[in-house]
T-cell receptor
Framework: EADIYQTPRYLVIGTGKKITLECSQT?????MYWYQQDPGMELHLIHY???????EKGDLSSESTVSRIRTEHFPLTLESARPSHTSQYLC????????????????FGPGTRLTVL | GEDVEQSLFLSVREGDSSVINCTYT??????LYWYKQEPGAGLQLLTY?????DMKQDQRLTVLLNKKDKHLSLRIADTQTGDSAIYFC?????????????FGGGTRLMVKP
């Protein structure tokens, strides 16, 4: 079972507020990811990280930013939330080479459902 | 870029078998995955298959891989109402940056009692 956590699970916030979605994993995984999932189900990669101090933009352009100061922590920040940011945000991690699973398997957190009014 | 396609919906009766299909375009895919997402939750890894295998069975789940046709399927035997969820297939490949996964759009499985 994967040990990856996201908080809050649900967030309703007004336009213009700054928010940070938290993601933590206790598996020592180097790679971490943020996905945005639209109501049509499809997953869109918005950010990823290969390890500490590494952050990359994903396939879908996003106004959010991420940081990776510690291996286990990969927070996502929106400086000024807008209704168009309303979505489900999923965090995932995958193992580095040499682990018992091959390196590509991603483990997901429970998600944060964000609603911006 | 590479593509992974799934049909949007599947409806079955409780006790029947479900077959969820997936096609992909990357001939260099190394691993192919099935994930399950229940309402309000994240994705749960169900199973994966290495690209040099044709079949993998795990209790009620059977994964079939036709590498020539780039076709992956997930069969759920004796489908239960608790199997109602969205199922995502995904592939990993050296063609993907950092060997990241490419996901299909998801198939919503509805199980009728």
């Amino acid at each position: 079972e994967a040990d990856i956590y996201q908080t809050p699970r649900y967030l309703v916030i007004g336009t213009g507020k700054k928010i940070t979605l938290e993601c933590s994993q206790t598996m020592g995984h180097d790679k971490m990811y943020w996905y945005q999932q639209d109501p049509g189900m499809e997953l869109h990669l918005i950010h990823y990280s290969y390890g500490v101090n590494s952050t990359e933009k994903g396939d879908l352009s996003s106004e959010s930013t991420v940081s990776r100061i510690r291996t286990e922590h990969f927070p996502l920040t929106l400086e000024s939330a807008r209704p168009s940011h309303t979505s489900q945000y999923l965090c995932a991690s995958s193992e580095t080479s040499g682990g018992k699973e091959h390196t590509d398997t991603q483990y997901f957190g429970p998600g944060t459902r964000l609603t911006v009014l | 870029g590479e593509d992974v396609e799934q049909s949007l919906f599947l409806s079955v009766r409780e006790g029947d078998s479900s077959v969820i299909n997936c096609t992909y375009t990357d001939s260099s895919s190394t691993y192919l995955y099935w994930y399950k997402q229940e309402p309000g939750a994240g994705l749960q890894l169900l199973t994966y298959i290495f690209s040099n295998m044709d079949m993998k069975q795990d209790q009620r789940l059977t994964v079939l891989l036709n590498k020539k046709d780039k076709h992956l399927s997930l069969r759920i035997a004796d489908t239960q109402t608790g199997d109602s969820a969205i199922y995502f297939c995904a592939e990993s490949s050296p063609n993907n940056a950092g060997n990241m996964l490419t996901f299909g759009g998801g198939t919503r499985l509805m199980v009728k009692p």
